[in-house]
């Protein structure tokens, strides 16, 4: 595991905890009923609706299994390196996350490119990071812990949690949290599937609709001008190129001016 406490000079910007991505951790069961249910939980979200409606519900879940967490959220870094808080549970972590955004890094912007771990332990005494913590203690928080979220063979994000109390979260809780993080990439990719899935379903409905009205635009040629099927595909070729016009809104404007003279049972009947 990449672990990074923040050390050195105030203001300098801490070396990425490593240069590859985090491997997703291997699944284990939270302590508790409830964490179990949980995780559990997390393998039902449902995948057909809104990423940020997805990525919230993550983010809820997470709040109930892992113990000690006053404020998370969800940091999501596209392929131009841009940043935004996909998800979180309260204003004060989302104005955190928007001053790491604002300055180019922080302990969320580096684990979410790292891949790894990075902990401030106590934000009233960390030098590496004096803007960020300074804004984190006006606020009442007291430690954070962000750790990189994997997904297939990088990382895309960070889940970023804050605590408000005095002492930092316990080395059982990181090492949850990483778990967490692991089922957080796997509910990501999931939903980046679905979406292309969905996608590709749309393209093929629209491809087969397309086919079906050449087909049938072919059908009134054969029988108005008493060609071969060939010879109509072609004919409407030739019609599509001469017009500039696309094959299948030509085959549609074929179709339409046959139903307007025969009806629609008539052309229905050239298929």
Known sequence: MALHDPSGEPGRRPAPAGSS???????????????????????RIRLDQPLGQVLQQVSELATQVLPDVDALSITLV??????????????VSALLDERQYEDGFGPC???????????????????????????AQRHGVGSVLSVGVPWVDRSVGALNLFTRGGD??????????????????????????????????????????????????????????????DEAFAELSRRSQ??????????????????????????????
């Open 78 to 91: 596209d392929a131009d390196g841009s940043a935004r808080s996909a998800a979180f549970t309260d204003q």
């Open 168 to 229: 930092p979260l316990s080395e059982e809780v990181v090492e949850l949290a990483r778990v967490f993080a692991g089922y957080a990439g796997a509910a990501l990719a999931k939903a980046a599937l679905y979406t292309e899935t969905a996608e590709l379903a749309d393209q093929m409905q629209r491809a087969m609709s397309s086919r079906a009205v050449i087909e049938q635009a072919k059908g009134v040629l054969v029988a108005a001008l008493g060609l071969s099927p």
């Open 21 to 43: 991505p985090a491997a997703p951790p291997d699944p284990v069961t939270p302590p508790g009923a409830a964490g179990s249910a949980a995780l559990a939980e997390l393998g």
């Open 109 to 135: 912007m580096d684990a979410a490119r790292s891949g790894g771990v990075v902990r401030i332990r106590d934000t009233g005494a960390d030098p590496t990071y004096p803007g960020f913590s300074a804004l």
């Open 242 to 271: 001469r017009t500039n016009t696309k094959l299948r809104d030509l085959a549609a404007q074929v179709v339409a001016q046959a139903q307007e003279v025969h009806g629609q049972g008539a052309v229905e009947r050239t298929r």
